[in-house]
């Protein structure tokens, strides 16, 4: 299994401003993942991110709203650009283990935009 | 398009009961499926994972089981206890893309003292 811990926990901001969320993993992954869990909703995904490569962007998610860095194989960070209200949800990074791709989460970022 | 569904969406039981959470997908093509509990506002706990050649895996309480051909799998939570009131939600990872996972919308479990 892995160990992943993000930062900020969580965070008020006020719309227009920017975010950084990190995520760190206590050992070495190939692929890192960033998801979006709005107010009741399930999790969707926002991006894949491989490190030393551009980072994979969804249907509905671009890379200047969500900008995304992955300079080692255990550190990423996620960017929230120009918030809005809407942008209020919990967002998680996850793992996949070599082999069974087995994924593990971190404790989220829970984003309030005022 | 793989469809995950959970049923039901909530569900209340006294402690001590035993339970069984239900998650069916469309697509029988699936490298494996995993179950997951979040706690509210938190991230997300793996509970189990099963892979597509197998029928079932068990930690603790916990029971998962996969039908593939039928395209279910059920969780089943022995003599449930007021901490395990959690969502509960299962993914399953399609054949094509590994790392991929396609989620159910989770039940909500409340076990009452």
């Known amino acids: 299994s892995a160990v992943i811990s993000q930062k900020p926990s969580r965070d008020i901001c006020q719309r227009g401003t920017s975010l950084t969320i990190q995520c760190q993993v206590d050992?070495?992954?190939?692929?890192m993942f960033w998801y979006r869990q709005q107010p009741g909703q399930s999790l969707t995904l926002i991006a894949t991110?491989?490190?030393?490569?551009?980072?994979?962007?969804e249907s509905g998610f671009v890379i200047d709203k969500f900008p995304i860095s992955r300079p080692n194989l255990t550190f990423s960070t996620l960017t929230v650009s120009n918030m809005s209200p809407e942008d209020s949800s919990i967002y998680l990074c996850?793992?996949?283990?070599?082999?069974?791709?087995?994924?593990?989460f971190g404790p989220g970022t829970r984003l309030t935009v005022t | 398009k793989q469809e995950v569904t959970q049923i039901p969406a909530a569900l209340s039981v006294p402690e001590g009961e035993n339970l069984v959470l239900n998650c069916s997908f469309t697509?029988?093509?699936?490298?494996?499926l995993q179950w997951f509990r979040q706690d509210p506002g938190k991230g997300l706990t793996s509970l189990l994972l099963?892979?597509?050649s197998q029928r079932e895996q068990t930690s603790g309480r916990l029971n998962a089981s996969l039908d593939k051909s039928s395209g279910r799998s059920t969780l089943y939570i022995a003599a449930s206890q007021p901490g395990d009131s959690a969502t509960y939600l299962c993914?399953?990872?399609?054949?094509?893309?590994?790392?991929?996972?396609?989620w159910g919308a989770g039940t909500k479990l409340i076990i009452k003292p």
């Open positions: 996850s793992v996949a283990g070599q082999g069974n791709y087995e994924q593990y």
């Open positions: 050992s070495q992954v190939t692929m």
């Open positions: 991110a491989n490190q030393g490569s551009e980072a994979t962007y």
């Open positions: 697509d029988s093509a699936i490298y494996n």
């Open positions: 099963i892979q597509s």
């Open positions: 993914a399953v990872s399609p054949t094509d893309s590994n790392y991929q996972l396609i």
